[in-house]
């Protein structure tokens, strides 16, 4: 089991979104991702999910658009207390240099300080938390690629 911090870098390798600043909150059971212009879009007879990045941190990804075909929808409660329909896709994430799959919600995080939400519905029997600790997958992608 992989000891992580109270914030870390990953990448998005099926997104094509690399070294995002996720936080690690254990509060949280779902994992989440910052985006906007969410909407099923539908072409040819078949279904997308179309969704734009959108963090002025992350310049070069910017309104970066987005479509997966493979999405659901969940009644997920936000930090807020509300209950709020939120679609969900799933993809991959890397951290500690291996892939793991990794469920997104994707919801509105412009008022937050990190675009990526990791809960512990991703984290429970693979990482254990220690929150005197940051970036510990990042540094190690760093000290392998030097």
């Given at each position: 089991m992989e000891i992580i911090g109270r914030s870390d870098k990953v990448d998005f390798p099926d997104l094509?979104?690399?070294?995002?600043?996720?936080?690690i909150d254990t509060g949280a059971y779902t994992s989440s991702i910052h985006c906007h212009d969410i909407k099923e879009i539908e072409i040819k007879g078949i279904k997308f999910l179309h969704f734009k990045t959108l963090d002025p941190g992350?310049?070069?990804?910017?309104?970066?658009?987005?479509?997966?075909?493979?999405?659901?929808?969940?009644?997920?409660?936000?930090?807020?207390?509300e209950v709020e329909k939120r679609f969900i896709i799933k993809t991959q994430v890397i951290l500690f240099n291996k892939k793991y799959p990794i469920e997104?919600?994707?919801?509105?995080?412009?008022?937050?300080?990190?675009?990526?939400l990791i809960g512990r519905k991703?984290?429970?029997?693979k990482f254990m938390v220690d929150t005197?600790?940051?970036?510990?997958?990042?540094h190690l992608k760093n000290n392998l690629t030097e």
């Open positions: 094509y979104l690399e070294d995002l600043a996720v936080k992350y310049l070069k990804y910017q309104n970066k658009v987005i479509e997966v075909k493979e999405y659901t929808e969940k009644n997920i409660k936000s930090s807020f207390g997104l919600s994707l919801s509105n995080r412009s008022e937050m300080k990190f675009p990526v991703f984290l429970n029997k005197s600790k940051k970036d510990e997958s990042f």
